[in-house]
């Protein structure tokens, strides 16, 4: 069942012989764990993330005066908070959001040299390096949240705490402030990305778990020379609704759509509040607001004339 | 057809029907589809559906634009009033139209399910794609019959437009306080990146390999880069259940969240008071 097999026969690769096994998933996904490859840049970024997290848990600490269980009872609501809007975009006292800065500083750095180690690492194995650069979408989307918004705003305030509930309070807060974000067109594309990913993530997967007694899921193969198991999996797209992928163009399609959504996202974001301060006006002038709000029991009117 | 395609079309042709499910009668192609019993009464219930829906929105012309492409945008057709309950009605101002697009919709949609599960069977492949694609209508039932019917109205579905109900979505979610303090909504969120997540790594993680192949590249080259860089390679198959798991999940758990909303819980903040009242550092 784990493909494992099939690898561990063909190769007389090194890394096969050091091994170790976590046997009780057997059956569900292949057990074999590392051996893990660290690296200069796998040093620096994940030295990098440790002061980050040191950073942010010894500060959670610091705010619970030191006390375990407080610690942990309000842990989900703990938070590093940003300098305040009077600090602009200086560097604050280390109490008053100094903390914020350096650890932001630091995860964006070892954000960065975890991209360079994933690029590296794709060279030395000998493929292109198709994920680290994906990886830049992902990343321009936090850069966007956390730098080129607060930059463009003039104060790291705009960016959100470093806490469990302080992301949930930053979105909340951060689309009510700009008029709703769901009337942002970024928002509703990046939103059409991310369940279009859902979607095609389940369609993907459906398919190739349907047809694996056929070897479907073996894609690299496949995609150079197809069996019955992809024609299988063409087949049932094509006669379901007409259009299918191939075991190539389906890959494709997948990174395109959450490129599409981590893209969209971070334009939203970058847009928001220099160049679009409300959103919900910018839908009012474009005319695509409803003449009524339905609310359960009742209609609002929507846009004042 | 494609090239291999005669073949599959002569075996699926000597496959025997099952009549009383439908599955395998009119078994017949047209063009590239299938059509099949399952796809004659989605295409008749879909038909109706969006004619209706059309109808009512672009040609009537709701929003007294004029303009067919502001009507399908802005347009939309009411859910019934309050007054009627779980009711039928047949009058128009009170949510007809609404009652019957919906009826329509669950129909075509359970058919589609039903003529995947025909060309499954045909193709003597496993059953999993219409298995995930009924965990999406499951949504679709849960927000627009199922939560309606628990809490005895039908004003509780969402309005039928494209962005009516985006504004739907946005007021529910400030109707039980503060819907991110909702735990299984938090999940359900975490789950749809994570689906982002997944999806990408696995669609670069091919391209990497696939295509146009360097000499001598085969999945050991995936497996160890997997290792080198995580420490894990998932492998395989189990990159495909990760991905079928993480999207049905996705999906169960928001059907959770939305439904326990209105029902059991009136206001996700309030839902936490719990927490610093539990036994081992409560009048700490």
């Known amino acids: 069942m784990a493909t494992q097999v099939q690898t561990r026969r063909d190769s007389a690769d090194w890394r096969l012989n050091k091994r170790f096994y976590v046997k009780f998933i057997e059956g569900l996904a292949d057990t074999q764990i590392g051996p893990l490859y660290i690296g200069v840049w796998g040093v620096l970024a994940i030295a990098f993330f440790g002061m980050t997290v040191f950073l942010i848990l010894f500060g959670y600490l610091a705010s619970v005066g030191y006390n375990p269980i407080r610690f942990v009872r309000e842990f989900f609501v703990l938070s590093i908070e940003p300098p305040a809007p009077s600090y602009g975009l200086k560097m604050a006292p280390l109490a008053q959001g100094g903390y914020w800065q350096i650890a932001t500083f630091f995860l964006t750095l070892s954000i960065v040299f975890w991209l360079i180690r994933i690029w590296s690492r794709a060279i030395a194995n000998n493929i292109r390096p198709t994920v680290p650069i994906i990886f830049t979408a992902a990343i321009f989307l936090y850069a966007a949240i956390y730098i080129i918004h607060p930059i463009s705003m003039g104060t790291w305030n705009e960016a959100p705490g470093h806490g ?22 970024f928002h509703m594309l990046s939103i059409f990305g991310l369940l279009g990913s859902c979607l095609l993530l389940a369609m993907h997967g459906a398919t190739i778990l349907a047809t694996i007694p056929l070897n479907s899921h073996r894609e690299i193969d496949e995609a150079e020379h197809s069996t019955a198991g992809t024609h299988k999996a063409q087949l049932i797209w094509r006669w379901v609704m007409g259009f299918n992928a191939t075991a190539t163009s389906i890959h494709t399609w997948a990174a395109a759509i959450v490129v599409l959504a981590m893209v969209a996202g971070a334009l939203g974001v970058i847009l928001t509040g220099k160049i679009e301060p409300d959103w919900f006006h910018w839908a009012c002038r474009a005319g695509i607001v409803p003449g009524v709000i339905q609310a359960g029991a009742g209609n609002v009117p929507a846009c004042l004339p | 057809m494609l090239s291999f395609e005669a073949k599959y079309r002569r075996e699926a042709i000597d496959t025997p029907a099952i009549p009383l499910l439908g599955l395998g009668l009119f078994k017949l192609w047209i063009g590239r589809f299938y059509v099949g019993f399952w796809g004659i009464i989605a295409l008749l219930f879909g038909t109706i559906g969006a004619s209706i829906w059309l109808w009512r929105v672009v040609l009537l012309d709701v929003t007294k634009s004029g303009n067919p492409l502001v009507n399908f945008v802005r347009g939309q057709i009411e859910a019934p009033s309050p007054d009627i309950g779980t009711h039928f009605t047949t009058d128009p101002a009170k949510g007809f139209w609404w009652l019957v697009v919906v009826a329509c919709a669950t129909i075509t949609f359970i058919s589609w399910m039903m003529r995947q599960l025909d060309i499954s069977r045909i193709l003597k492949m496993g059953y999993q794609v219409p298995l995930a694609f009924s965990v999406a209508i499951s949504a679709w039932v849960t ?41 299984f909504h938090a999940l359900g969120v975490a789950l749809l990146f994570g689906s982002g997540f997944v999806l990408a790594l696995h669609g670069a993680t091919i391209l990497s390999a696939a295509g146009k192949k360097k000499e001598g590249v085969t999945d050991h080259n995936i497996n160890t880069f997997y290792w080198d860089f995580l420490g894990y390679s998932i492998g395989e198959i189990g990159i495909h259940r990760l991905a079928f798991w993480t999207a049905l999940m996705c999906v169960l758990l928001s059907n959770l969240c939305l439904v326990l909303s209105g029902t059991l819980v009136q206001n996700w903040s309030a839902f936490w008071n719990f927490w610093n009242k539990l036994p081992f550092w409560s009048g700490f």
């Open chain 1, 164 to 185: 469990l509930r302080a992301q949930l309070v930053w979105a909340n807060a951060f689309s009510i402030k700009y008029g709703n974000f769901y009337y942002n067109p």
């Open chain 2, 143 to 183: 927000i627009q019959i199922i939560r309606p019917i628990l809490l005895g109205s039908w004003a509780e579905g969402f309005p039928l437009g494209v962005l009516a109900h985006l504004d739907w979505l946005s007021t529910f979610g400030y109707r039980f306080y503060n819907f991110y303090y909702n735990p």
